[in-house]
């Protein structure tokens, strides 16, 4: 069974650690990354971010059982541990496998994640235009007609990541 964990980012691996030696070594954790671009001090940098924050996903075929979940309540840097797991099973494993399938070799998300919408704005993570925001105007296959500011554009869908305000 698969759970949602909000965790202490500084002690992340004390948390990995402390839930093995409690549950066992084949507890598996899943956090997906994206790789976005800033620009810091007029230079464009990138940077690796987890697209959930600070939360991770964890599964153990005996999570079910409650008085293990409630003895990993105390492990060292768990903020705390969602409820509502088990009753959302079906959309955490869609979810968990729609991530998988969007990632490129290194381990980060490479398409974008959303479903886009026509006329909702968006703003850019990677490119020449990280942190601009745009508006879809049109939507095709391969490519999308936008608008931002008063110029209209067209972009491949594959060479740029972006994500909805």
Do not use: A
Not at 5 to 19: G, H, P, V, Y
Not at 52 to 77: D, R, T, V
Request: proline share 2%.
């Amino acid at each position: 069974m698969w759970i949602i964990i909000k965790f202490n980012k500084k002690k992340l691996s004390s948390l990995k650690d402390d839930f093995k030696k409690k549950v066992g070594n084949n507890c598996v954790f899943y956090q997906p990354k994206i790789k976005i671009q800033r620009y810091s001090k007029n230079k464009l940098r990138e940077l690796e971010l987890p697209l959930l924050g600070n939360y991770i996903f964890c599964y153990h075929e005996n999570f079910n059982n409650y008085n293990i979940l409630s003895n990993l309540k105390f492990s060292k840097g768990l903020d705390y541990i969602l409820n509502g797991s088990k009753q959302s099973q079906s959309e955490i494993v869609s979810f968990i496998s729609r991530c998988k399938s969007l990632t490129d070799s290194k381990g980060f998300i490479s398409k974008s994640l959303f479903d886009l919408k026509i006329n909702t704005n968006y703003r850019f993570n990677t490119g020449p235009f990280v942190e601009k925001i745009f508006k879809i105007i049109d939507l095709q296959k391969n490519k999308i007609n936008i608008l931002m500011g008063n110029v209209k554009t067209t972009l491949n869908k594959k060479d740029f990541l972006f994500s909805p305000i």
